[in-house]
């Protein structure tokens, strides 16, 4: 997400920001602004409805201030340096584990989120968040491979077999710019957890990547699907929403889910400790998960949704698209990443020497 | 001229604005670096302040010293490619007639004016195997069989050459973010210099070529050990365009501090791996004095 543009930092939200630290400052006293009926909201560019700022204002009378971030580091930096007034954010799910486990995100209150029910059945209990306490679903994408049909088959490519086989496609394949991702993949090739703390399975597929070395392109920043679309790879690591994008342009273009598993991957709403208007934080959950709002965010931003009820007036062909919603037996296969903990620092040393040699 | 110590009241006057800056933005920002390079990750990614020295023991790693070593010849290679292709951009536009000179100088500065991530983009659009590059060649390489008689079914596939991606890019679009520091270093010690030391050279027999490299290039000296200096520097801390251009095993040691501060959230090891590569700066700028020192000691005994 490096290279997307931060359009949303206007005067405005710098001049709060800056209010803000200055008042983390001065102890006590609320300033005026937290007193307005605002709510704060700070998520990823491009990841929202055209209409749902709009329908928010409309319904409740609360004004919505904007603002964009880019990376899940950039958040976790900003929160734990202490909340400079954001009142909800979409974290993804191994930085909602570590949000919560230190005390920075605020419990989620139902009473104030009825439309909280209509999550689904298989998204209540996440490893991340168990019970969904403080989070619920804005979007979910699992990751797998972009593919040109013409270059490889859609059997082949249902394999992270191929990264690691350098004979195939030679020189035309990139995998992700990012250690937990892209030795997430070689773990669920060799059979183990993408969250392994082993330190010989980690070094197992440490050595693995450095044989593929040869046969990969690069690992790209979140540019896979560009790469692909320009043909500079054939076979690209990448998310399904990103895939999704450029096979609207090019119909040669095709995303599958590897038989060993495929990540799964979500970005959740949560509101973090400090935030000055929580009940309008809630508020905001509440009617982004109004199943009208969630298809009309979904229908833009074309990921897939845990919320049941809005199903319906989903844009039937994303419904009916095994890579928006992939069927229960793959779904069922794929594994979120979470945080390792002290283990990080395994994943990272491999990652130098494998980016190094 | 007057003697600073005379009039040490106007003095410090005027040193405070500069002084409050230095402190307040440069100073104070490093002892927070400094400090935190003490200090250890905790699990969940949170900087815990102490006194360890883990942090540098593993900067000293054989791993990191190897990135920092490959680095460092990257960094070589860029200074001196910068350097040969520089010295003559500055010549060209110090001898060029002065309406000229001050277009040249702005096309030197002009792209600064984009952002230094979106010019590194644009050299993927220029290198991929169906950029421009590979494009003109493919022209050059069909245009020239079918001149030799081939014909369109005959033509031998042309193969793009593959110079994305890997450490060529790297060093291509380093020299280009960075031969500017190298141009208007030397640029501006080519101004002030007499040019009749030139004539003369030339008047009593040395060659153009003996007068560039005996004559013009060591009264130059000083703009290009600056302009070799500010290169070394700035490639050397430079992440973003091995990041976009590089191949799998491109990784500097820039996008190894960048990476700590960022997904790896070790901000402490980030903090003692960037010290160690001041530390190595200071040793150049310290050379760089001690040079700068003995050429005005010779210069002041003739």
């Not at chain 1, 409805?49 to 880019?70: K, N, P, Q, S």
Request: charged share 20%; with cysteine; proline share 5%.
């Amino acid at each position: 997400m490096l290279n997307k543009p931060n359009h949303g930092v206007s005067r405005r939200t710098f001049l709060q920001g800056t209010a803000a630290v200055g008042v983390s400052v001065s102890v006590g006293s609320k300033p005026a602004w937290a007193q307005e009926d605002i709510v704060n909201v700070y998520n990823w560019p491009t990841y929202i409805g055209e209409t749902t700022i709009e329908t928010f204002e409309e319904t409740t009378g609360t004004r919505v201030r904007y603002d964009l971030f880019a990376s899940n580091e950039e958040l976790i930096g900003k929160l734990s340096a202490g909340n400079p007034g954001y009142d909800v954010v979409v974290a993804s799910d191994y930085a909602v584990d570590l949000l919560r486990k230190q005390d920075l995100l605020l419990p989620l209150n139902y009473d104030l989120i009825p439309n909280g029910d209509h999550l689904e059945e298989g998204f209540r209990n996440p490893v991340f968040d168990p019970g969904r306490i403080y989070s619920l679903p804005h979007a979910i994408s699992t990751i797998g491979t972009g593919f040109r049909k013409s270059e490889i088959s859609r059997e082949d490519a249902s394999s992270w077999g191929i990264y690691f086989d350098n004979a195939i496609l030679s020189g035309k394949k990139s995998l992700y710019d990012g250690s937990r991702l892209t030795m997430g993949i070689a773990l669920q090739f060799l059979g183990y957890s993408v969250n392994t703390v082993e330190e010989k399975e980690i070094h197992e597929a440490r050595d693995l990547l450095i044989a593929a070395n040869e046969g990969i392109l690069t690992f790209a920043p979140d540019s896979g699907q560009d790469l692909l679309a320009a043909g500079t790879v054939h076979a690209a690591l990448e998310w399904s929403g990103d895939i999704l994008q450029v096979m609207l342009e090019d119909d040669d273009l095709d995303f599958a889910v590897p038989k060993e598993g495929g990540l799964a991957w979500g970005d959740h709403w949560a509101v973090p400790t400090g935030a000055p208007h929580p009940e309008n934080a809630m508020k905001w959950i509440n009617h982004v998960w109004d199943p009208r709002v969630q298809a009309e965010i979904q229908n833009t931003i074309r990921y897939g949704t845990a919320n049941a009820a809005a199903k319906e007036f989903i844009n039937p062909d994303d419904v009916n698209s095994p890579v928006v919603y992939p069927p229960a037996e793959v779904w069922g296969k794929t594994e979120p990443i979470i945080d390792v903990g002290h283990a990080n620092r395994l994943y990272d040393d491999a990652w130098t020497v494998i980016r190094s040699s | 001229m007057q003697n600073w110590r005379d009039e040490k009241n106007e003095f410090s006057i005027l040193m405070l604005p500069p002084a409050f800056w230095l402190v307040t933005f440069f100073t104070l920002p490093l002892v927070v670096v400094w400090v935190y390079s003490f200090g250890n990750r905790g699990p969940l990614g949170e900087t815990n302040l102490g006194f360890t020295l883990v942090n540098y023991v593993r900067a000293f790693e054989l791993v990191h010293m190897a990135i920092l070593w490959k680095t460092v010849w990257i960094t070589i290679i860029v200074t001196a490619l910068c350097f040969a292709f520089g010295f003559p951009m500055a010549m060209a536009i110090s001898f060029a007639p002065g309406k000229w000179k001050l277009r040249l100088l702005m096309l030197v500065i002009l792209p600064f004016w984009t952002n230094l991530l979106i010019r590194t983009y644009a050299w993927i659009a220029i290198l991929r195997p169906r950029g421009i590059l590979n494009g003109g060649l493919k022209w050059i390489h069909d245009t020239w069989y079918s001149l030799i008689g081939y014909g369109v079914e005959e033509i031998p596939k042309f193969v793009p050459w593959e110079i994305l991606y890997n450490d060529k890019a790297v060093v291509i679009g380093l020299v280009y973010v960075h031969i500017p520091f190298m141009i208007l270093p030397i640029y501006a010690t080519m101004e002030k210099l007499d040019k009749s030391f030139l004539e003369a050279s030339l008047d009593l027999g040395s060659s153009q070529m003996r007068t560039i490299f005996r004559v013009m290039m060591p009264l130059c000296m000083t703009g290009i050990v600056s302009g070799a200096m500010l290169v070394f520097v700035l490639t050397l801390g430079n992440f973003i365009v091995a990041d976009v251009l590089g191949g799998t095993n491109s990784l500097m040691i820039g996008n190894q501090i960048a990476r700590q501060f960022g997904a790896a959230r070790d901000w402490p090891f980030g903090a003692a791996l960037s010290f160690v590569i001041l530390y190595a700066t200071f040793i150049l700028l310290w050379l760089r004095s001690i040079y700068a020192a003995r050429l005005e000691q010779r210069d002041a005994k003739r």
